[in-house]
C-alpha cells in the first residue's frame, strides 16, 4: 500500500514539476526531505513545489488515486495472463492439426504398402508355368483375394469412422475453444471500456484540480491523455482484429483436414478400379489359354487324321 501511494504522490508531483518547467523553474539534484521528490530554483530561490500541493489534497483525495492505481495494475495483469492463455490454447489447436495430418500420412502409407503387396502377389501368380499350379494357386488367390477386400473394406470403413470421429471431436473442440475465446475477449474488451471510464473520470476530476492550479497548462496535458486514450482504443481494436485472423486461420485448417478426407477418398476409388482392371486382365489372360488349349487339341486331330490318311494311301 505504500508502494502504491508512493507511485501516486510520483504522479502527481511529475505533472506538478512538468508544469513548472515550463515556467523557467530549474530541476535540482537535490532531494527534498519530506516527500523525496527533486527540489526546484527559480530566481536563485531553491525550494520544493510538490509538498504545498500534497498537503492541500485531502487524505480521500489520495486514496482514491492509490485505488486508481491499484485497480490499473489489476486489470494489467489479467489481460496479461488472457493474452497468454490466448496464445496456449492457439498452439494446442496447431498441435491437434498436425497430429491429424501425421495420422492421414500415416493411413496414406499404409494403403500405398497394401497396394504394392498386391502387386507383387499378382506378378507372382502370372510367372506359374503349371497350369494345374496356375489353376490352384488361381483359387487360392480368388480367396486371399476376398479375404483381402473384406479386410480392406473392414480398414476403410474403421479409418473412415476414425476421421469422422476425429473430426467432429476437432470440430467441437474448436467451437468451443472459439466460443470460450469470443466470451474472455468480449470480457476483457468489456473491463477495458470500464477502465476506460474510470480512467475519463479521473481526468475529469483532475482537470477540475489543474484549474485551480495551472489551468492553461493542466488542459494540455490532458489533450495528451487524451490522445493516448485515442491510442490506447486503437490498440484494442488492433487485438480484436489479429484476434479475428486468428478465427480465419482456424477455419482454413479445417478446410485443410477437409481436402485431404477428399484426396483419401479419390485414392480408395482409383485402387478400386485398378484391381477391377487387373482382374479384367487376368480373365482375358485365362480365356486366351482356354483358345490355346482348344487349338491344340483340334491341331492334334488334324495330325492324327493326317497320319491315318497317309496309312490308308500306303
Known amino acids: 500500500e505504500k508502494t ?4 501516486a504522490q510520483c504522479e502527481i508531483a511529475s505533472k506538478i514539476l512538468s508544469a513548472k518547467l515550463l515556467k523557467d523553474y530549474k530541476l535540482e539534484e537535490v532531494q527534498c526531505l519530506i516527500c523525496g521528490m527533486p527540489l526546484m530554483s527559480y530566481n536563485k530561490r531553491l525550494d520544493c513545489v510538490v509538498c504545498p500541493v500534497l498537503s492541500k489534497m485531502s487524505e480521500n483525495s489520495l486514496a482514491e488515486k492509490v485505488k486508481s ?8 495483469y489479467t489481460i496479461t495472463k488472457k493474452r ?12 491437434a492439426m498436425q497430429a491429424i495430418r501425421d495420422y ?11 497396394e504394392e503387396v498386391q502387386e507383387e502377389r ?10 494345374a499350379a496356375l489353376e490352384s494357386k488361381k483359387l487360392e488367390a480368388n480367396a486371399n483375394e476376398d479375404k483381402r477386400a473384406q479386410a480392406k473394406i473392414e480398414e476403410e470403413k474403421k ?9 467432429v471431436k476437432e470440430e467441437t473442440r474448436l467451437k468451443e475453444d472459439l466460443a470460450k475465446t469470443k466470451v474472455e475477449e468480449e470480457a476483457r474488451l468489456e473491463d477495458e471500456l470500464q477502465i476506460a471510464k474510470i480512467e475519463e473520470k479521473e481526468l475529469e476530476r483532475l482537470k477540475e484540480e489543474a484549474e485551480k492550479i495551472e489551468l492553461g497548462r493542466v488542459k494540455k496535458r490532458a489533450e495528451q491523455i487524451e490522445k493516448l486514450k485515442i491510442e490506447e482504443k486503437r490498440q484494442y481494436a488492433d487485438n480484436a482484429k489479429k484476434l479475428e485472423n486468428e478465427r ?4 482454413a485448417e479445417k478446410n485443410e483436414i477437409k481436402r485431404l478426407q477428399q484426396e483419401a477418398e479419390k485414392s480408395k476409388v482409383e485402387h478400386a478400379k485398378k484391381i477391377a482392371e487387373q482382374a479384367e486382365k487376368l480373365k482375358l489372360v485365362e480365356e486366351e489359354r482356354e483358345k490355346e488349349k482348344k487349338a491344340a487339341e483340334v491341331l492334334a486331330k488334324v495330325n492324327d ?10
Open 4 to 7: 502504491l501511494e508512493y507511485k
Open 69 to 76: 492505481i491499484q485497480l490499473h495494475e489489476r486489470k494489467k
Open 84 to 95: 497468454e492463455e490466448a496464445k496456449r490454447i492457439i498452439a494446442e489447436e496447431k498441435a
Open 104 to 114: 492421414e500420412e500415416s493411413k496414406l502409407k499404409t494403403i500405398k504398402f497394401l
Open 122 to 131: 499378382q506378378e507372382a501368380t502370372n510367372l506359374a508355368q503349371n497350369e
Open 159 to 167: 479409418l473412415k469412422k476414425e476421421i469422422e470421429i476425429a473430426k
Open 248 to 251: 480465419n486461420r482456424a477455419d
Open 305 to 314: 487324321q493326317t497320319e491315318k490318311l497317309k496309312l490308308f494311301k500306303e
